[in-house]
């Protein structure tokens, strides 16, 4: 023992500390944690046996500058081996890899697994409070709920107007009692509709119903909802309420038509305000479109409450600083709502609708780009765009004229209301334009939609009389082509790119932005008022097909959902909502030069005339011999090319020659018995010649 120590502290000194050379070697300490064996050394140092010192064991370690150090091990009392005087075994290089090995997993609490968490028993308390908040979630989910489910009463919902096509906007809704119309707005004619300017709704429901309508309830003063009021009022009268706004724009058509006895019956409504009309208590609430105060409906009937959204858009960021009242939305939300009724103009639009604010922007950068007179045109009942461009101009010192019947009355009717405040030292007539320079002039008309006889129109055919467009001019046009009117502004396009001015249009962003909600803005309404039923409204069908689908993302039994087209009529109760009958809808085609109807069949002829054109015959007969005196007179137009009309003139009367020949005596007895047996052979004739359908007229003398 004695000699090991010995060798031992001769290895300590005989190899000093590289480090610190001057100090001695420190001895091991008995305290240390053992490390456990190490390979032996291959080059520089011998494996050393492990020696026990004290009842720990030495193990020397190697380090990097080739020194071992002592690491002493903890002793472990171990029963005597039987094969300790065997060889020792050598541990294969290559060992079979151990498949459980990777399964091990470390684990901080020295290898035990933790134990199983297992939760307790809910307390009743705990329990109560789930089945609390469940409830308080479902009634906040569904506040319909609140509605009384026994509830008996019915309201009916027929929209006459509005839907299968884009504007001409009315509805009627009633109880057993009482009636009232919502909106009487009037839409544009196709390119089919010859002479026709606008047209109006089919009345006769509501002859039908006459004695049970209390009011026509205006939304907002745009076309599309007003436009056809004079137009009711010359067959039926009612109340009319609205705001001051679109009962003024009303007027203002009503001293068109001679009506203006009518306006005792005007009836300016307050917003958040309840009005009682018939069975039904009916608010205002303030809304955002493009128009200034466009207006939403909160309607209470004894079925239950309902909610029409009319044209709106959520606008944060409104001209006016007047936003949406989403609050009243919510209140009424909260209480239950029974049926939704929604815009669905632009259902198939993601996002947000764009704030009317950023059209201003795009003003600001194309007055800067002007160099000569700007001529701005857009809807003339936008008069929140229309203000936006007159501030522009103001602002770079231009004179404003405004130009166009509908833009100046409704220009004027704004600033008498006080929406618009500009001065009218700002203002210019037209004769007045040319005394001013190019860049000093701003001039605001109608046309954007490509009215044969508005104003723009007759600027880019020259035919205006004070405006004559210039190269130096730029037009702006703000605003889209309503669905239908897409041919008429795409020839105003040409011409005025022909004439050789500036025309900004659609390769400007913001240069106009939609009044209608987009997707993101239906939902918040959808989510807002959650109702049991959901109608959407306003526009075609596929438009409303879009909404009814992002209805019931939001929460809406699709069996709670109807798609309806006009005419259609819809029972409401708190338990159903089903179709219960269709009723007559149609449309009047009226002449703006003297605000007269045009027949329908007037129409007809016309399209025909366009389309196969006609055919004129006259003949005289003895009435003794019954046969033709002289040669019967053959006029075509639209059928047959002028080179072909002598051998077509001359095909027509031998086949009138041929009837007189062979004719009974009862189909020549009357000149208009004749001519509807001519008529009905000639037509024959034509449609298997020439496979089209001609208007023929023959005319027969008897003398």
């Not at 684990?107 to 109560?128: D, H, Q, V």
């Not at 194309?366 to 103001?394: C, P, W």
């Not at 909600?517 to 239906?522: D, I, L, V, W, Y």
């Not at 269709?582 to 329908?600: L, P, R």
Request: charged residues 25%; positive net charge; contains cysteine.
């Amino acid at each position: 023992m004695k000699e090991q120590n010995n060798n031992q502290a001769k290895e300590q000194t005989a190899k000093p500390r590289r480090d610190r050379p001057d100090r001695p070697r420190r001895a091991g300490n008995p305290h240390r944690r053992p490390k456990t064996a190490t390979k032996p050394l291959i080059n520089r140092n011998a494996h050393k046996v492990d020696k026990e010192v004290d009842g720990n064991v030495i193990v020397p370690d190697k380090e990097a500058n080739g020194n071992t150090k002592q690491v002493k091990k903890v002793p472990q009392h171990k029963k005597p081996n039987p094969n300790q005087h065997k060889k020792p075994y050598k541990k294969s290089t290559n060992p079979k890899p151990n498949p459980n090995q990777n399964k091990k997993k470390s684990n901080k609490s020295g290898g035990r697994r933790p134990k199983r968490f297992i939760p307790g028993p809910m307390s009743e308390a705990m329990k109560a409070s789930l089945l609390e908040n469940e409830a308080v979630n479902d009634l906040r989910m569904n506040p319909w709920k609140q509605i009384e489910i026994e509830n008996k009463y019915k309201v009916r919902f027929t929209p006459l107007g509005g839907l299968g096509e884009i504007g001409g906007n009315i509805a009627v809704m009633e109880d057993e009692d009482s009636a009232f119309i919502i909106d009487v707005g009037m839409s544009f004619p196709n390119e089919t509709m010859h002479g026709v300017d606008i047209l109006v709704p089919d009345f006769s429901y509501l002859h039908a119903i006459k004695s049970k309508i209390k009011a026509v309830i205006i939304t907002h003063a745009h076309e599309d909802h007003i436009g056809a009021v004079p137009y009711l009022f010359k067959e039926l009268k009612f109340p009319i309420y609205g705001t001051p706004l679109a009962l003024a724009m009303i007027e203002n058509k009503f001293q068109e038509h001679g009506l203006m006895e009518d306006v005792k019956l005007f009836n300016y409504i307050t917003k958040r305000k309840q009005y009682e009309i018939g069975g039904f208590k009916i608010e205002w609430m303030h809304n955002t479109h493009s128009i200034i105060d466009a207006c939403s409906l909160a309607i209470e009937s004894k079925a239950g409450t309902f909610i029409h959204t009319a044209d709106f858009k959520v606008d944060h960021t409104p001209i006016d600083n007047q936003t949406m009242d989403l609050q009243r939305f919510a209140h009424y939300g909260a209480k239950g709502v029974l049926c939704l009724f929604s815009d669905s103009t632009n259902s198939h639009n993601p996002g947000f609708t764009k704030s009317e604010a950023v059209v201003g922007k795009t003003f600001d950068t194309l007055f800067d780009l002007a160099k000569g007179r700007v001529i701005m045109s857009t809807f003339s009942s936008n008069t929140h765009r229309i203000y936006q461009a007159m501030e522009r101009g103001v602002a770079a010192g231009r004179k404003i004229c405004v130009i166009g019947r509908s833009m100046e009355r409704n220009i004027e009717t704004t600033r008498r209301l006080g929406y618009v405040d500009i001065p009218d030292k700002h203002f210019i007539d037209a004769h007045e334009v040319p005394k001013y320079p190019e860049n000093q002039i701003l001039v605001v008309t109608t046309g954007s939609q490509g009215e044969a006889m508005a104003a723009l129109s007759r600027m880019a055919t020259n035919e205006h009389r004070h405006i004559k467009l210039k190269p130096s001019d730029t037009i702006i046009i703000s605003a889209h082509a309503i669905p239908g009117n897409e041919g008429s502004v795409s020839a105003l396009m040409n011409k005025l790119v022909k004439a050789g001015v500036t025309v900004r249009y659609k390769d400007f962003d913001n240069i106009h932005v939609s009044g209608h909600a987009s997707q993101e803005e239906q939902k918040l309404i959808l989510r807002l008022v959650q109702p049991k039923f959901f109608l959407p409204v306003h526009g075609e069908y596929n438009h409303i097909h879009k909404h009814s689908k992002t209805a019931i993302a939001c929460g809406v039994d699709s069996r709670n959902i109807l798609l309806m087209s006009d005419g259609d009529q819809i029972e409401i109760t708190t338990k159903y909502i089903k179709k219960v009958k269709t009723v007559k809808t149609g449309k009047s085609y009226i002449d703006n030069q003297n605000n007269q109807e045009i027949q329908s069949d007037v129409i007809e002829d016309r399209q025909k005339l366009s389309i196969d054109g006609v055919v004129n015959i006259a003949l005289q007969i003895n009435k003794s011999t019954k046969k033709m005196i002289g040669k019967a007179i053959v006029n075509t137009h639209g059928l047959v090319p002028d080179k072909e009309d002598k051998r077509f003139a001359h095909e027509i009367q031998n086949m009138i020659d041929t009837f007189l020949v062979n004719a009974e005596e009862k189909q020549l007895s009357t000149p208009k018995i004749i001519q509807e047996e001519l008529r009905s052979i000639i037509r024959k004739y034509i449609i298997r010649t020439k496979r089209c359908y001609p208007i023929i007229m023959p005319i027969v003398f008897m003398v």
